[in-house]
Nanobody, 115 residues
Framework: QVQLVESGGGLVQPGGSLRLSCAAS????????MGWYRQAPGKQRKLAAL???????SYADSVKGRFTISRDNAKNTVYLQMNSLKPEDTAVYYC?????????WGQGTQVTVSS
């Protein structure tokens, strides 16, 4: 059973930075893709950033140029560096992994951008 453990959320002022981490355990083979989705209050969960095995990346238009996703395969860990944060980035951020065609989710970490 794959488990995803997130860390790094919190409260930050507009223009600030946060770094999220997500460590995966319980895998034997390489993980196809890892990433972050986010869900704002009253809205649907949407992709923020994704990195595939082989390092191909995808970003939501709203975070391009501000967020950077990276992956450490040796540690089965994915990171999301978030810079120039805006109030509209406020959401619960969920770690995601695609492992052997099955989707796995973390429990979520709150990111609040407010002065």
């Amino acid at each position: 059973q794959v488990q995803l453990v997130e860390s790094g959320g919190g409260l930050v002022q507009p223009g600030g930075s946060l770094r999220l981490s997500c460590a995966a355990s319980g895998t034997t083979f390489s993980i196809n893709a890892m990433g972050w989705y986010r869900q704002a209050p009253g809205k649907q969960r949407k992709l923020a950033a994704l990195v595939r095995d082989g390092d191909g990346t995808s970003y939501a238009d709203s975070v391009k140029g501000r967020f950077t996703i990276s992956r450490d395969n040796a540690k089965n860990t994915v990171y999301l560096q978030m810079n120039s944060l805006k109030p509209e980035d406020t959401a619960v951020y969920y770690c995601y992994a695609d492992y052997r065609a099955i989707s796995y989710w973390g429990q979520g970490t709150q990111v609040t951008v407010s002065s």
